[in-house]
């Protein structure tokens, strides 16, 4: 069984302050996506990740995916109170069906709250 | 309507009742699944739909029975439910056989069983 271990769980922090959160496994992705869910909403997807080593810039936010295609790490810059929501990141895995969409596992999420 | 679109938004039912649930994707997408969010767990998957086939059940319970009629359509009956099932149910679908399984997810329908 796949498992993605986000950290830390919870984070509450001055607007304007930078960040980091995690998300690691024992197990290898073929990829993985950073998702952002406001409460009442679905999860919105924000990046894939497919390259191990590989870092991806949206504005103020940063993902880069492990060497090792295990790990991957989320960087927010002066961050915002438009940031604020819970951030869940997802790994794939090839699907046990043909013609099936390849599975994906998904970690409990960070909630972050960026006080104005 | 774009994007996913799911109905109602939030349901509350008693363990006798029978309800359904109503997802409906706009993107083109052939790849259509059911989740479940309760707090402090991961999305669990339930029920994975491609081509309108089920090709995943990951052990959910008879009480729910999705039904896929066409690709842009996604059902999930509930009959005799339980407390603990009172959840976040998420639609969510994506463009089958591409390589990355990036999925789409609706707002979801917050249930709660009495």
């Known amino acids: 069984t796949q498992l993605l271990e986000q950290s830390p769980q919870f984070l509450s922090i001055q607007e304007g302050e930078n960040l980091t959160v995690y998300c690691n496994s024992s197990?290898?992705?073929?990829?993985l996506q950073w998702y952002r869910q406001e409460p009442g909403e679905g999860p919105v997807l924000l990046v894939t990740?497919?390259?191990?080593?590989e870092v991806k810039k949206l504005k103020r936010l940063t993902f880069q995916f492990g060497d090792a295609r295990k790990d991957s790490s989320l960087h927010i810059t002066a961050a915002q109170p438009g940031d604020t929501g819970l951030y869940l990141c997802a790994g794939s895995t090839p699907s046990n069906y043909t013609g099936a969409n390849s599975k994906l596992t998904f970690g409990k999420g960070i909630t972050l709250s960026v006080r104005p | 309507e774009t994007g996913v679109t799911q109905t109602p938004r939030h349901l509350v039912m008693g363990m006798t009742n029978k309800k359904s649930l109503k997802c409906e994707q706009h993107?083109?997408?052939?790849?259509m699944y059911w989740y479940k969010q309760s707090a402090k767990k991961p999305l669990e998957l339930m029920f994975v739909?491609?081509?309108?086939?089920?090709?995943e059940n990951n052990s959910v319970p008879s009480r729910f029975s999705p039904e896929c009629p066409n690709s842009s359509h996604l059902f999930l009956h509930l009959h005799t439910l339980q407390p603990e099932d009172s959840a976040l149910y998420l639609c969510?679908?994506?463009?089958?056989?591409?390589?990355?399984?990036?999925?789409?997810f609706g707002p979801g329908t917050r249930l709660t069983v009495l």
């Open positions: 993107l083109g997408h052939n790849a």
């Open positions: 990740v497919v390259t191990g080593g």
């Open positions: 969510a679908s994506s463009q089958g056989q591409a390589s990355y399984n990036e999925q789409f």
């Open positions: 197990s290898v992705f073929s990829s």
């Open positions: 739909y491609s081509l309108e086939e089920r090709v």
